[in-house]
């Protein structure tokens, strides 16, 4: 039912976020280098409709400006810096566009794990029908995962393609008792959890429904390391170098690679 997607065992969070600033063309450049082949980024449209690559309802904690993005247009998002407050290094790095990101996303042949950022006061059903088409027109469905906490968002996502050309997965803060009730609903392939806040026999519950197991933010590869054993597919991470060494370290617990 589903495209022949190939998880990886490691998703960069917002691009490597530990490197480079979140959600940047730098952050997935940086992620590249680093080995790793899927990323995870948030999309959202700005106040005139233009779908970019941006996590917050506002830009003050990522950039050297103030405004809500749903009040801003894209000139104006282009005026900041979003880079700088990370670090000099970055100092100049704009906003990405949507399209920008696409590009450079086949440039360098990687999967992503796109999230529909519906923040409060956003139109869900606006950002589907902007950023569906552009998405589903530019990647390969074995290099996508569309992902979100909003199942309005999902739902209408799942019009615009069948289940063997979109996969959608469900982010969830905490399992709620109808999760699978919702999965089904849209046809998911994934469930998208906090892996601190998981337990196992709700990990269980995934596996035995058939559902992929994506596990966020774990940034101590030590923590996580039983849930591999529950079966986690995916851990989406800033810190994937960290990641690699530590599975590298532990190959041979039969640990994923």
């Not at 920008?100 to 086949?106: F, H, I």
Request: proline content about 6%.
């Amino acid at each position: 039912m589903h495209p022949a997607i190939s998880l990886p065992t490691l998703i960069a969070h917002r691009g490597y976020s530990a490197a480079a600033p979140e959600n940047t063309l730098a952050a997935v450049r940086a992620a590249h280098r680093a080995g790793i082949t899927w990323v995870e980024l948030d999309v959202q449209l700005l106040g005139d409709g233009t779908p970019v690559i941006w996590h917050d309802a506002d830009v003050v904690r990522c950039s050297d400006g103030r405004g809500r993005l749903r009040r801003m247009t894209w000139p104006q998002s282009q005026t900041l810096d979003v880079g700088r407050w990370f670090g000099h290094d970055f100092a100049g790095e704009k906003m990405p566009r949507l399209d920008a990101m696409l590009a450079l996303l086949n440039e360098l042949e990687m999967g992503v794990n796109l999230e529909l950022k519906v923040n409060r006061g956003h139109d869900p059903i606006a950002l589907v029908e902007r950023v569906l088409p552009e998405v589903l027109e530019a990647l390969a469905p074995e290099r996508l995962v569309l992902s979100s906490f909003d199942s309005l968002a999902l739902r209408h996502s799942r019009k615009f393609a069948k289940p063997d050309n979109l996969a959608l997965g469900m982010l969830f803060n905490r399992l709620p008792k109808d999760w699978q009730t919702q999965c089904q609903e849209v046809d998911a392939l994934s469930v998208h959890a906090h892996w601190s806040r998981l337990k196992r026999a709700q990990a269980d519950a995934v596996q035995q429904a058939g559902y992929a197991l994506l596990c966020y933010t774990p940034n101590d590869p030590h923590a996580f390391h039983p849930l591999w054993a529950w079966g986690a597919a995916s851990a989406i991470t800033d810190e994937p170098e960290r990641f690699q060494r530590y599975l590298s370290t532990n190959a041979a617990l039969g640990l994923p690679q």
